[in-house]
């Protein structure tokens, strides 16, 4: 539903929280009450639009949603308020029809993911079977460094966890399929050892293609590299039997360029090597089992490495790999907290980096590596990244609020440091260090 003068609406008008309203008996999702934070009565709709946390269009939908509801009225430039519509629904807007008749048959407006978001998510999963270096978006000879940042970069935008608590409909499993074909990519690539086994099992196949290869089982030249020598070398080896008519013999052939002992020793070393990786499936299926994440997630990498066409352990492979990097997440996260009781806290401060690449989507490690940099004066920037993804994750959180506007004021960011510390307490009045900092921005 479309209000009518939306335009006007959207260049002029003031969301304020309306009469009567209390924000926090509202159930809302967590970029709703994230955007709804933002509405102080002095920020403009189309600064909302910019600063929402989501797309504009689905910033347009929920403030247009709120205002029908009551939730929000509008001031104008002028300072008059405009009234909430009556009850009774209009029409939908002719425009709105059209668009969602115009949208992909899968894309479903009414999810808790928003329609650009889920356009993007079609498009990556088409890719899936492209080279590794293509779904990381990378050249085939990316070093570790531009490894690292295509897929933390992809872990943020895609990551299942991004989505936690929303509604989200069949998009759950396309995002896990989507999550695991990344981590597969990232993790055989940026392998050494990994990465060369590759190459020797293609080698070995007869195929000699790039590590970056994403080997599909279903493949006609590489699915079965195995039976397609064994069938040669049978078919040139075999006696025909008893019941089998019997050829008229022919003059002997002068000798043709095959190379049976070629694909016989190609049919021997891929089946040693698929024999292998099967015993490191088995070994890392054992630890995965005993609860052993990273002891599995070696197994079963080296189990691909060695059988790149093997459907059943890259299955397993992305479940095993998640695993492993909540465990090495919490082990860095340990670490961080024992250099932080040493007082090594530049030393904390990388340790909480490295578990935040392993886990993007946790808003506590985020907020505690944003106020750790912010009170050692470190990387503002870094700093700002980490405060603004705690916020979004969790954007009814005080301490989060408070933190970037502190970021913000240190930055001289005066307008955003306002901002953020006024939300900080509404959320938490009694918060007097927040109270402080407005203080020294001029605020009474």
């Not at 008996?25 to 509405?39: H, Q």
């Not at 492209?130 to 085939?140: D, K, N, Q, R, S």
């Not at 990273?294 to 890259?314: H, M, Q, T």
């Not at 240190?410 to 307008?415: K, M, R, W």
């Amino acid at each position: 539903m479309r209000l009518q003068g939306n335009t006007a609406a959207t260049n002029d008008g003031i969301p304020r929280i309306g009469p009567g309203v209390d924000p926090t008996r509202l159930e809302l999702t967590p970029s709703e009450g994230y955007l709804l934070s933002r509405i102080d009565g002095a920020t403009s709709w189309t600064h909302l639009r910019a600063i929402g946390g989501i797309s504009p269009a689905e910033v347009d939908r929920c403030l247009e949603r709120w205002v029908a509801e009551g939730v929000l009225v509008l001031a104008t430039g002028n300072g008059r308020m405009t009234p909430a519509p009556p009850p009774a629904s209009p029409p939908p807007n002719e425009r709105d029809t059209a668009a969602v008749a115009a949208l992909p048959r899968d894309i479903d407006p009414s999810l808790d993911i928003p329609v650009e978001v889920q356009q993007r998510i079609f498009e990556f999963e088409s890719k899936l079977d492209c080279p590794y270096h293509e779904i990381l978006g990378v050249a085939a000879d990316a070093d570790r460094k531009a490894l690292r940042k295509a897929y933390f970069a992809l872990s943020k935008e895609l990551h299942p966890d991004r989505f936690f608590r929303r509604s989200v409909g069949p998009f759950g499993k396309r995002l896990d399929r989507i999550f695991g074909k990344i981590v597969e990519a990232y993790e055989l690539l940026s392998d050494p050892m990994a990465r060369a086994e590759i190459e020797r099992s293609l080698a070995a196949a007869g195929g000699h293609g790039p590590a970056a290869t994403n080997a599909a089982p279903e493949a006609a030249s590489t699915a079965a590299p195995e039976s397609l020598a064994e069938s040669f070398t049978e078919e040139s080896t075999r006696v025909p039997s008893e019941a089998e008519p019997s050829q008229p013999s022919r003059p002997a052939a002068p000798p043709r360029n095959r190379r049976p002992h070629v694909f016989s020793l190609h049919s021997r070393v891929v089946r040693d090597r698929r024999a292998r990786a099967k015993r490191l499936f088995e070994a890392g299926m054992a630890s995965f089992a005993a609860g052993r994440w990273l002891e599995a997630a070696g197994g079963v990498r080296l189990a691909i490495a060695f059988d790149p066409w093997n459907a059943i352990y890259k299955e397993q492979f992305g479940d095993v790999q998640r695993k492993a990097h909540e465990e090495r997440a919490k082990q860095l996260v340990s670490e961080a907290e024992g250099s932080m009781e040493m007082r090594q806290y530049k030393e904390a401060l990388g340790l909480y980096e490295e578990a935040i690449f392993f886990r993007p989507h946790d808003a506590e490690l985020n907020h505690k590596a944003a106020r750790l940099a912010f009170v050692l004066g470190e990387d503002l920037k870094k700093a700002k990244e980490w405060a603004a993804a705690a916020c979004e994750l969790q954007p009814d959180v005080a301490s989060h609020r408070k933190t970037l506007g502190q970021i913000y004021k240190s930055a001289g960011l005066v307008a955003n440091a306002r901002r953020e510390l006024e939300a900080a307490i509404r959320m938490d009045p009694k918060d007097a260090e927040a109270r402080d900092e407005l203080r020294g921005l001029g605020w009474k």
